[in-house]
């Protein structure tokens, strides 16, 4: 059973507005969680993370939310910029093992619109 | 800086050839995984290591072995490649102090 679920696959965005990534997750050991942006023929890179111990993080125009309660974590992009337009990778990683064993998500395709 | 380097960038493999996976990272970090991604599926985990000499199972790992001599490699071997091990792999590491993975630019193995 997946642990972390984008459930879309995809967004499209105009140019300038904000974009919303949205993730879920069932393991309630989960402590932190990132944000990968990968372009086609590259390899994942880092963007964003957020520890359990925050509701907030922010740098530059990304700023990822975290509600604890609800499970539920969110990628906010203002404003959009074509180049943002990518495949988004929520992941999250828990106690007991390294950080880096992380579990992602399947993924959202992010279009920005000129 | 190379961060980390994988070989080769892709490959098509008989059906029941063995194959190597290459991954060498140059940050020092303690710990290495292997991904594979695949359409609708994002990027599973197959094998870990957290330092050198020891090695974890992921999510997926049937198929495949891996070893951990040194802190900077980290090879993936298929020892009887299927076509359900086509995707692309991708190596990372990361220092258990920063928590994030920083991960290769992937190898996209074909098994024909």
């Known amino acids: 059973d997946q642990q972390v679920k984008q459930n879309s696959p995809s967004l499209s965005v105009q140019e300038g507005r904000i974009s919303i990534l949205n993730c879920d997750y069932t393991?309630?050991?989960?402590?932190?969680f990132l944000w990968y942006k990968k372009y086609p023929a590259e390899g994942p890179t880092f963007l964003i993370s957020?520890?359990?111990?925050?509701d907030k993080n922010e740098d530059g125009r990304f700023t990822v939310f975290l509600n604890k309660s609800a499970k539920h974590l969110s990628l906010h992009i203002v404003p959009s910029q074509p180049g943002d337009s990518a495949v988004y990778f929520c992941a999250a990683s828990g106690r007991g093992g390294s950080q880096g064993n992380l579990i992602f998500g399947k993924g959202t395709k992010l279009s920005v619109k000129p | 800086t190379a961060g980390i380097t994988q070989a080769p960038t892709s490959q098509i493999l008989a059906a029941g050839r063995s194959m190597t996976l290459r991954c060498t990272q140059d940050m020092r970090h303690n710990a290495m995984y292997w991904y594979r991604q695949d359409l609708g599926l994002g990027l599973r985990l197959i094998h870990y290591s957290n330092t050198a000499g020891t090695t974890g199972k992921g999510e997926v790992p049937d198929g495949y072995s891996v070893s951990r001599a040194n802190t900077d490699d980290f090879p993936l071997t298929l020892a009887s490649a299927v076509p359900s091990q086509t995707s692309v792999y991708f190596c990372?590491?990361?220092?258990?102090?920063?928590?994030?993975?920083?991960f290769g630019q992937g190898t996209r193995l074909t098994v024909v």
């Open positions: 990372a590491s990361s220092d258990p102090h920063q928590g994030e993975a920083f």
């Open positions: 957020i520890s359990s111990i925050k």
């Open positions: 393991n309630s050991m989960f402590d932190y």
